[in-house]
């Protein structure tokens, strides 16, 4: 739908422009005065200032402390890539990533966008409503709205502003509206919303405003009213920044579009959007120079925190900005003040290749953005080169000393920033999804309008094609885009044939071998999960961590966050990424923790909350404390029935291995089921002998038995197999919690893991989505299927700290049949699945 708007945008506006002239529209833009533009720049410092005001009622509204520099770096970095690149390449994971860093949670972070959403449409509809009403202006029908005039359209804003007003006064409780909770703020947080929000079009309208030609003859309000409607119509295009969508709408409606028009929206492109993105890249460059360099005073120390956080994303988007202004400048005609300049100091070969190579080179920036985005060593090495030919050959063909000032500043910037991208990955591996395609698709598309404009006087013959001359500009521009396309043929086309591969095999005992020294140098235990010899690996690079996964149906799921150093952990999660992307499949992360989410966030995954997992501090364990009556009730009662603890190393578990065998194929048969898989251990004498063995023994005899995980530097103890004997007292698996932990706790272990309690934790409140709802309601009343609360009220006898887990993955409509996936997978299978 986004590509069939801005192709729809774009042909309606080489309609518009069809009496225009390039070199008309240059000469413009030129000629708007320098007062205007300072002006323009001073409106959209003060606006940006005030868009900060979002971020800060947001933050009081969540209730969580964060400091006002805090608050301002968040918001100007974010906005400043959200203008610029929209939703596509833009600021929502800058946001989620640096609140998250600030200390924010992930339900924090996302009622905190959720308020930031609701303050920019509510401002928007109630200052709109208003101008609309007041100063309503005619709706050209060859725009394709349903309306005539702007008047009903603004009464129905000041209805929907009037609700949302009247709630946050009246109402208490959530506003239920398509399966989603919608709280209002209170009254005076909305009209705060309103008065930020309505400043903040105010202050972008008046930086176009100043910047229109004299001949506009359209007063201040009356203009604001039609930028307000450009701006929702962009908004509801999804096409990134809302080009074309805003610069249609404006030169449609507006009652005297020219030449100068044109200019002034190209400089307000630079100046509102283009500017801050550059304010934000070179942010970037000197607080990572300085933090390398080691002269940040305490103060800046702490906020230069923030560029580790975002400097790949921003980068990111800078390099995908730097590689279409050699493509833009590449489709345009040579300023003709500077022709006979060029004529005297350049050899046309000289001005003819370095047109060529630098529209080859934008459009290799354009791939590489999107390796510096997986954070791969190598793009980081080839953008810089890429950056620095770009700035020579700028200047080379044509003295374009504005167009190699962008491209020198990214690359400054870009250079200190190579400790973010240590990834070894393949540049041309098969991962550009749908938003980065969409992207290039686009500004390809912009490219083609772009020179058929600049180029419409020139008949098109074959003879273009080897025309070669100082003046020569729609040839240059011809090879130019064919150079371009080539490339990106060429990367298309490589993705194509390149074979899909199978699903890794089964691991080796190598392999296996090879993931236990990881797994034993982690402080986590679940990595524990991949010893079973069930689950597939990806390593990293280096090889020092991995991705253990299982495959079912179209999803690749992974069991837990990857196991090992974070920086090896991230290059095993892209690599993982990848191969799902290669293979046509869903890629998901079962289980993984709330610190890693950013991770998942910046693969463009979504999140569901599975439930909470308890951990015990085991130094504050004690059976002394009144708290811990039950527990000290079961303990006493289990010792004089007999009952006593031991810990046996692998070295002796093949003496008691029938013994465990016997109990628990016992155990299996009292519960009428199967044994389950992929996160819960299976009874194989492999893994068990990897393990010491906790033991409950009476009459010398054992009658329970738990397999030990146990995390290095003493930082984790858990259990994961555990079985009974039906003749075994209802209290025996108590009372081996109860003894692991007192045995953890003189070994000097810090933590036990108890495991998660699925779907607990999950809140029904106020901004609740559907699953949240769904998965509470379950929680409560799904006791015939799983004792949801039985569980959870079990592992609350301990008095653990709980903390969230969570599923990531692609989200929408296969949400439900990625669950499905996941739970065929544990289950064993689909008849197993069933089975209780």
Known sequence: MTVIVFVAAFWLLHHEFSTMNFRDVADSFRSIPLSSLLLAVALTIANYGVMIGYDAIAVRLV???VTAGQIATTSLLSYAVTNSLGTLLGGTPVRFRLYSAWGLSTTEVIRLIYYISIAFWIGLVTLGG???????????????????????????????????????????????????????????????????????????????????PPNADIGFLSFVAIFILAIVVAMLSHVPGGVGVLELVLVTILPKSSNSLIASLLAFRIIYYLLPLL??????????????????????????????????????????????????????????????????????????????????????????????????????GLTVVLLAVGVVVSLAKGFDYEEATILLLVLLALIPCRQHYFRRGRLLAASFDFNWILA??????????????????????DQLWWSFAYHGDAPRALRGFVGAAVVLAVVGVTQLLHPAPAAPGLPSEDEIREADAIVKSQGATYGNLALLGDKRFIFSEDRRAFVMFGCEGRSWIAMGDPVGPDDAADDAAWKFREACDVAGVWPVFYQVAERSLSRYIDMGLSMLKLGEEARVRLADFSLDSRASRDLRRTNKKALEEGLRFEIVPPSRIDEIMPRLKEIS????????????????????????????????????????????????????????????????????????????????????????????????????????????????????????????????????????????????????????????????????????????
């Open 440 to 461: 290039v698709t686009l500004s390809l598309g912009m490219l083609i309008w772009l020179i058929l404009f600049s180029f419409r006087h020139v008949d098109y013959n």
């Open 63 to 65: 209730g969580h402390r």
């Open 279 to 380: 304010t934000a890249i070179i942010s970037v460059g000197v607080a990572t120079l300085l933090r390398h360099q080691d002269r940040a005073s305490e103060i800046a120390a702490i906020g230069l925190r923030w560029t580790r956080i975002v400097a790949p994303r921003i980068m990111t988007g800078a390099v995908f900005v730097c590689g279409m202004v050699l493509l833009i400048s590449g489709s345009l005609p040579v300023a003709a003040g500077r022709l006979p300049l060029i004529r005297s100091m350049l050899p046309l070969s000289v001005v003819e290749v370095s047109h060529f190579i630098g529209s080859v080179a934008g459009a290799m920036l354009l791939v590489l953005s999107r390796g510096l985005y997986r954070r791969i060593d190598a793009a980081w």
């Open 665 to 836: 194929d016992a155990w299996l048969g009292e519960k009428s089921t199967a044994e389950k898989g992929f996160s819960l251990g299976t009874f194989r004498e492999s893994y068990l002998r990897r393990c010491d063995i906790a033991l409950i023994i009476r009459n010398d005899q054992p009658i329970a038995f738990a397999n030990l995980w146990q995390g290095t530097e003493k930082h984790e103890l858990s259990i994961d197999l555990m079985r009974y004997s039906p003749a075994a007292p209802r209290s025996v698996m108590e009372y081996m919690f109860i003894q692991l932990m007192l045995w953890g706790r003189e070994q000097g272990y810090e933590w036990f893991n108890l495991g998660m309690a699925p779907l607990s934790g999950i809140e029904a409140h106020r901004l609740a989505s559907l699953w949240n709802r769904a998965s509470s309601l379950i929680f409560r009343h799904g006791e015939h299927f799983y004792n949801f609360q039985g569980l959870r009220n079990y592992k609350s006898k301990f008095n653990p700290e709980w903390t969230p887990k969570y599923l990531a993955s692609p989200g929408g409509l296969a949400s439900a049949q990625i669950l499905a996936n996941v739970s065929i997978l544990i289950s064993g299978g689909v008849r197993r699945l069933f089975r209780r």
């Open 130 to 212: 208003i101008l609309f009403v007041a100063a309503p202006f005619e709706i050209p029908a060859r725009l394709g709205l349903p309306l005539a005039t702007s008047r009903p359209l603004g009464f129905l804003m000041l209805t929907i502003s009037a609700v949302f007003l009247l709630s946050c006064a009246l109402r208490r409780h959530p506003v239920h509206l398509l399966g989603i909770n919608l709280q209002p703020p209170p009254l005076r947080f909305g009209l705060a919303q309103v008065a930020v929000s309505a400043v903040d079009f105010l202050l972008a309208s008046a930086t176009l405003y100043v910047l229109l």
